[in-house]
């Protein structure tokens, strides 16, 4: 595993990144192949945050945010969360699966009752007019509505965007764009 360390508000030494790589090559065990991994260790307060995104083979992207009292538990909590989400999307994984898939499902255990009642299903569709307009005119839209997202045309190059609102209370915009 390729692991790409970045800190902010927080300086890693070799200790954290020594750490960091033997807490993390504890996943290796549910992969085939390499893959990378970035991982964002912030500080704020007395409180650290560990945010992990694995980029696995055919676009597929695992994503973890912890926050605990020490960096080490943030980790634990972190890969916790990582080896949760392989497990819950496991039979999606499997049902999908081609040659050169990289997760190893022999290492996951088998829960006969959790394969049958994981599929998900559409049960509601809805349509909407994406009017074009810019990151302030969307921001103010997605208050009104009393929405954490909104999708709206941007302005200047009529692409799709989405504004979200953060868990902090500042905002995130998604830009797609095709391979």
């Known amino acids: 595993m390729k692991l790409n360390l970045i800190g902010k508000n927080f300086?890693?030494?070799s200790d954290i990144k020594e750490e960091a790589q033997k807490k993390f090559d504890r996943l290796d065990k549910y992969f085939d192949q390499a893959y990378e991994m970035d991982v964002r260790f912030s500080k704020e307060g007395n409180f650290y945050t560990v945010e992990s995104t694995a980029f696995l083979n055919r676009g597929r992207i695992l994503r973890s945010e912890t926050t605990a009292?020490?960096?080490l538990t943030a980790i634990d909590q972190n890969i916790d969360g990582l080896v949760r989400q392989i497990r819950k999307n496991k039979t999606k994984l499997m049902r999908n699966r081609q040659s050169g898939d990289s997760i190893k499902f022999e290492n996951l255990e088998e829960d006969l009752k959790e394969l049958e009642n994981t599929d998900l299903n559409i049960v509601r569709r809805?349509?909407?007019h994406v009017?074009?307009?810019?990151?302030?005119e969307a921001i103010l839209q997605m208050e009104l509505l009393g929405h954490n997202f909104f999708v709206y045309l941007d302005s200047e190059d009529n692409e799709v965007r989405v504004i979200?609102?953060?868990k902090k209370g500042d905002y995130g915009q998604i830009i797609p764009y095709l391979d």
């Open 131 to 136: 009017k074009p307009m810019d990151e302030q």
């Open 11 to 13: 300086k890693i030494t």
């Open 164 to 166: 979200y609102k953060r």
């Open 126 to 128: 809805k349509e909407i």
């Open 69 to 71: 009292d020490t960096y």
